[in-house]
């Protein structure tokens, strides 16, 4: 048999005819053509990309082979009806006093604090060594932050200032790019222009290393290239067991380690998460107008991938890499199902529409690396402490953050001083079982109301409104916040939802553009509308406990007795941030 090996056309099979210039003994055999598949235009260009060292954290992986490890990871929780697979059970409570059990010896070293995960422990860890506790910190990797940088605003920097973890010529040493005005913009219908909103690229190398550096200045301790295996949770304190074989005593464990933490499954039970935004996207040198950045840009429509459609949405900004550098993100929110776009399916999109939405040609730019990642969200977040000393913080691991952003970094900065303080306390007045520890992941009706613009904001097939509803929609808002001035649109932009400036624009949508409210009713359904308004309640009440009620508690606090001084504190806090009100202008 004679095989001929071809590439494939547009997936065809082709078979040779049974006529052909060979001798004729070959002709009258069966002749077979093998066909190979051309490799994927994101497999073409991620394969001719150098590829550094992996590091923790979200987009800290660039390699083809990473992308289509992620990939299957996404299509099993895709493929899940609920559960996308049965936990293993990493925490596991024991009865009596660690010092009185056989392990109790066998313990290297104790801490009062051990973090796992370091991209964004290490900050939460630094916070607690410059308090006076004994802390560790457990990375897998090396503690280096990832190439591609993390954009925010000053202002958000500035929280780290207060805290004590950096100086502000340390912030400057930090950022790589400062850019202005930033645009909102919704393609075909108009833009909205802002100033200093995520216009700073801070390097996560320089920052973390600052970090790092400061922590071990003030004692702490860094297990690189260890990872954690199982947490035993005793009366007195937790054994924590590393893969390596180590084991290390504390009377606090923190889980940093994100949404794929095994400790945040076994809480979870592997639950199918409600909702993911899926993000691709790329650094790339050789954009002639660069001054400018993206907060957030709209599709003008839905549009089909694959077996399925998704309404995308942009962000771009200045890269500190080079003048003409600058990164480009293109993201959308879908309902885990089968037929949901993969990763690899979203970048072949991607080569195609980003040209055209950044205005250049894709044979003009060299590609500097390739961005992809996945962030789950669930509707019962934040994620209340589960297990006596074992907390959860920060962003993919807690839920703290707005399920409409991805990535951490914009809520570590927003509650690290709030969590640095009760964790101290809680370990001050040995306040750390799950009760006490969950106060400092209470309920937060601002968070659980923005999942109303996560659902308006996915793509649904099939779908009973217009395909460009999603943009309308979007603009409808924009405009409203931009008539109603900065105290409205710039928490918002900042992922703050607050009662008064929500109340005012939803008023001011409706006033202007009443015909869109049976395609709202239409997008999101009313079980959402139903549950949501709860939430919108929630947070109307969140405001006036703290603005009406906070004042007189606060001064009551110093006659309370320690734990219950604690809780009203942690109650008090919830407050204040679950009503929005911890941002400031």
């Known amino acids: 048999m004679v095989v001929l090996q071809l590439p494939s056309i547009n ?53 083809y082979s990473a992308l289509k490890r992620l990939d299957q990871v996404w299509s099993k929780i895709c493929s899940a009806k609920t559960v996308v697979e049965v936990p293993k059970e990493v925490v596991s409570n024991f009865p009596g006093l660690l010092r009185n059990s056989d392990l109790a010896d066998k313990a290297v070293d104790t801490f009062d604090v051990l973090i796992c995960g370091g991209t964004l422990g290490i900050f939460i860890a630094t916070a607690l ?28 920097l500035l929280e780290f200032v207060e805290i004590g973890i950096l100086a502000e010529d340390e912030i ?51 297990l690189e290239g260890y990872s954690m295996s199982s947490i035993s949770v005793y009366e007195d304190a937790a054994l924590l067991q590393l893969s390596e074989g180590k ?65 995308f949405f942009w962000e771009a900004f200045p890269a500190g890499s080079g003048p003409t550098d600058r990164t480009t993100y293109m993201f959308t929110y879908v309902d885990p199902q089968p ?42 977040s934040p994620l209340p402490a589960a297990f006596n000393r074992v907390l959860q913080v920060f962003g993919d691991a807690s839920g703290i953050q707005s399920p409409v952003s991805f990535g951490g970094f914009g809520s570590l900065t927003r509650h690290l001083k709030r969590l640095s303080t009760g964790i101290y306390e809680a370990i001050d007045g040995d306040f750390l079982d799950s009760h006490n520890l969950s106060l400092l992941n209470p309920y937060m ?25 999603i943009n309308e929609l979007l603009y409808a808002n924009f405009r409203s916040m931009q008539k109603l001035g900065d105290p409205v649109l710039r928490p918002f932009l900042q992922d703050v939802v607050q009662f008064g400036p929500l109340t005012k624009t939803l008023g001011l949508v409706m006033l202007n553009k009443p015909q869109i409210i049976p395609s709202i009713f239409k997008q999101v359904g009313i079980p959402v509308l139903l549950d949501w308004s709860g939430h919108f309640f929630m947070l109307g009440y969140y405001t006036l406990l703290s603005t009406f009620a906070d004042p007189v508690v606060r001064p009551l606090l110093s006659q309370l007795p320690p734990e219950m001084k604690y809780g009203w504190k942690r109650r008090l806090e919830a407050w204040k941030y679950g009503a929005g009100l911890d941002y400031k202008l």
């Open 172 to 222: 400057e040493q930090a950022t790589a790019m400062k850019f202005n005005p930033n645009r909102c913009g919704f393609e075909g219908k108009g833009d909205i222009w802002v100033e200093d909103i995520l216009n700073l690229g801070v390097s996560p190398v320089k920052l973390i290393e600052i970090v790092k550096n400061r922590f071990i200045s003030l004692g702490g301790v860094v």
């Open 11 to 63: 997936g065809l099979l082709f078979q040779c005819p049974k006529k052909s210039s060979v001798t004729h003994r070959i002709a009258q055999k069966c002749l077979c053509l093998q066909t190979q598949t051309l490799p994927s235009k994101t497999q073409r260009i991620m394969e001719s990309l150098p590829v550094s060292s992996e590091v923790g954290g979200a987009g800290g992986a660039y390699s």
């Open 339 to 380: 037929q949901s776009p993969k990763l690899e399916e979203l970048l072949e999109e991607y080569w195609k529409l980003m040209p055209e939405y950044q205005g250049v040609s894709l044979d003009e730019l060299e590609i500097q690396r390739v961005l992809y990642g996945i962030f789950p969200t669930y509707c019962d």
């Open 445 to 469: 009706p601002n968070l659980s109301s923005s999942w109303l613009f996560q659902r308006a904001m996915s793509a649904k097939e099939p779908s009973n409104v217009s395909p460009d509803f």
């Open 129 to 156: 060594c410059a308090k006076g506790l004994r802390v560790g910190v457990v990375e897998r990797n090396v503690l280096q932050g990832r190439e591609q940088e993390w954009n925010i605003s000053r202002k958000e």
């Open 247 to 311: 084991i290390l005593s504390s009377r606090l464990i923190i889980d940093a380690m994100g949404n794929f933490s095994p400790v945040v499954k076994q809480i979870r039970s592997g639950r199918k998460p409600d909702g993911v935004c899926l993000v691709v996207g790329s650094c790339a040198r050789g954009f002639k107008n660069n001054s400018a950045s993206d907060v957030i840009y709209s599709s003008s429509s839905v549009k089909k991938v694959g077996a399925s459609v998704a309404q």
